[in-house]
């Protein structure tokens, strides 16, 4: 803004901000959103199993019957079950009724 007196700069930055700002928004839709959401993913998976061991654990220490731990811990599993199974293509879960049908 300090050279408001020349319109030849004031253009020139203009249009140095307009594409630094291009360039930041395409690479956070390529790069840095994509990073970002895998990473949470993750994090996502470490804290499930984290929890998995801690209801594990605490179901030992408690002394409850090993049957029931095993029926609670398998609920972690059945969920996870589900998230993949809603993220599956239609084509893909017909295909895997089709096979479990057979055999």
Do not use: C
Request: no cysteine; glycine share 10%.
């Amino acid at each position: 803004m300090k050279n408001l007196a020349n319109i030849d700069e004031v253009g020139h930055g203009i249009a140095v901000a307009f594409v630094a700002t291009v360039y930041g928004v395409g690479s956070a839709n390529v790069f840095f959103l994509p990073a970002g959401a895998k990473i949470r993913a993750r994090m996502q998976r470490v804290i499930q199993n984290r929890e998995l061991m801690l209801e594990g654990v605490g179901g030992i220490v408690e002394g409850l019957n090993p049957k029931l731990i095993r029926s609670k811990l398998e609920a972690y599993g059945r969920a996870d079950h589900k998230e993949k199974a809603a993220k599956e293509p239609k084509a893909a879960k017909v295909h895997a009724r089709a096979a479990a049908a057979e055999g």
